[in-house]
């Protein structure tokens, strides 16, 4: 038996000559996105490991290129995950966001309840009091910060589409947080950069980066010059849907990924670490 590290969740596979056949499924587990693919091998366990719709075929152990003899991992099932958000605290305002704009379209794109908690978490524990967000949407993830930011504390929410900032607007304001948002219509670049000319390089605790995905080299660059030394960038989406996992997946998009957590995992300017929550983010703190 050999254990395969692939980042979220990590794979387990047994008799690796054996032929695996995947299975592929999109699952919502209490309304939350959740994405999965099993494998099965003849005469073998069921093993799980992280997703791409498109992935219809096996990864054959020689494109593996991370094996980790010995190590335990716990694959995600439905059950497992709903367990997990049967204990997840989300903030009733959270909670009324989520449904009130789930049917709305892109409602898909914002973090999980478990995500949300997991941010506000971390940003308690490094008593941070000036944070970024890029790619903002309806503000759920945005929110789950401010709701725990202490007064005084300051999130520049940042994104180029009017609309969602508008709702965001809304969803602050009736959480009582709005005075600490500082909302920023515009290109992300142009609104870092903005913060650079302003005089603010060291100035910030945490920025969350979840825009467009392809900018991300940009906007991390720009992100650690904004942040203090020991400060946390939360690079999200870094799993994509289990596709940056998967060689045979190659569309922009996945490759630049790819490209970016290899980055990130090399990047000595920063502490890293890949943590298998949402869509799969990246923890990198500025050394
Ligand atoms: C994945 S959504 C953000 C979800 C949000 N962080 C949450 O979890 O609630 C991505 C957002 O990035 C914004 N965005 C994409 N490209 C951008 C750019 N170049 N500048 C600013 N915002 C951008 C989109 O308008 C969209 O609202």
Same mark, same amino acid.
């Given at each position: 038996?050999?254990?395969?590290?692939?980042?979220?969740?990590?794979?387990?596979?047994?008799?690796?000559?054996?032929?695996?056949?995947?299975?592929?499924?999109?699952?919502?587990?209490?309304?939350?996105?959740?994405?999965?693919?099993?494998?099965?091998?003849?005469?073998?366990?069921? $093993?799980?490991?992280?997703?791409?719709?498109?992935?219809?075929?096996?990864?054959?152990?020689?494109?593996?290129?991370?094996? $980790?003899?010995?190590?335990?991992?716990?694959?995600?099932?439905?059950?497992?995950?709903?367990?997990?958000?049967?204990?997840?605290?989300?903030?009733?305002?959270?909670?009324?966001?989520?449904?009130?704009?789930?049917?709305?379209? !892109?409602?898909?794109?914002?973090?999980?309840?478990?995500?949300?908690?997991?941010?506000?978490?971390?940003?308690?524990?490094?008593?941070?009091?000036?944070?970024?967000?890029?790619?903002?949407?309806?503000?759920?993830?945005?929110?789950?910060?401010?709701?725990?930011?202490?007064? !005084?504390?300051?999130?520049?929410?940042?994104?180029?589409?009017?609309?969602?900032?508008?709702?965001?607007?809304?969803?602050?304001?009736?959480? !009582?947080?709005?005075?600490?948002?500082?909302?920023?219509?515009?290109?992300?670049?142009?609104?870092?950069?903005?913060?650079?000319?302003?005089?603010?390089?060291?100035?910030?605790?945490?920025?969350?980066?979840?825009?467009?995905?392809?900018?991300?080299?940009?906007?991390?660059?720009?992100?650690?010059?904004?942040?203090?030394?020991?400060?946390?960038?939360?690079?999200?989406?870094?799993?994509?849907?289990?596709?940056?996992?998967?060689?045979?997946?190659?569309?922009?998009?996945?490759?630049?990924?790819?490209?970016?957590?290899?980055?990130?995992?090399?990047?000595?300017?920063?502490?890293?670490?890949?943590?298998?929550?949402?869509?799969?983010?990246?923890?990198?703190?500025?050394?």
């Amino acid at each position: 038996m050999s254990n395969v590290m692939l980042g979220w969740p990590v794979l387990t596979l047994h008799k690796l000559s054996t032929n695996l056949k995947l299975k592929c499924r999109h699952v919502s587990v209490l309304g939350t996105r959740h994405v999965q693919f099993i494998s099965y091998a003849p005469n073998c366990s069921r $093993v799980l490991c992280s997703v791409d719709s498109s992935a219809t075929k096996a990864v054959p152990s020689n494109q593996l290129d991370t094996l $980790v003899p010995g190590g335990k991992h716990l694959p995600l099932t439905d059950q497992l995950y709903s367990y997990i958000l049967r204990h997840t605290r989300e903030p009733l305002i959270l909670q009324k966001l989520r449904e009130e704009m789930a049917e709305s379209p !892109g409602s898909n794109m914002q973090i999980p309840p478990d995500q949300g908690q997991f941010l506000a978490l971390l940003v308690q524990l490094m008593g941070a009091r000036r944070c970024i967000e890029v790619g903002v949407f309806h503000g759920y993830s945005s929110l789950a910060v401010a709701l725990v930011l202490p007064e !005084g504390g300051k999130l520049v929410a940042c994104d180029r589409d009017e609309r969602s900032l508008a709702v965001a607007r809304q969803y602050y304001e009736h959480a !009582g947080v709005l005075h600490k948002v500082d909302i920023r219509h515009g290109l992300a670049a142009d609104t870092l950069n903005d913060l650079l000319q302003n005089g603010e390089a060291g100035s910030y605790d945490y920025a969350f980066l979840d825009a467009d995905k392809m900018m991300y080299r940009e906007y991390y660059e720009l992100l650690l010059q904004l942040i203090k030394p020991n400060g946390l960038i939360v690079v999200d989406n870094t799993l994509w849907y289990g596709r940056t996992a998967d060689p045979l997946v190659n569309d922009k998009r996945t490759k630049f990924l790819r490209e970016f957590n290899k980055f990130l995992a090399e990047d000595d300017r920063i502490n890293v670490s890949m943590v298998p929550i949402g869509d799969g983010m990246t923890l990198c703190r500025k050394q």
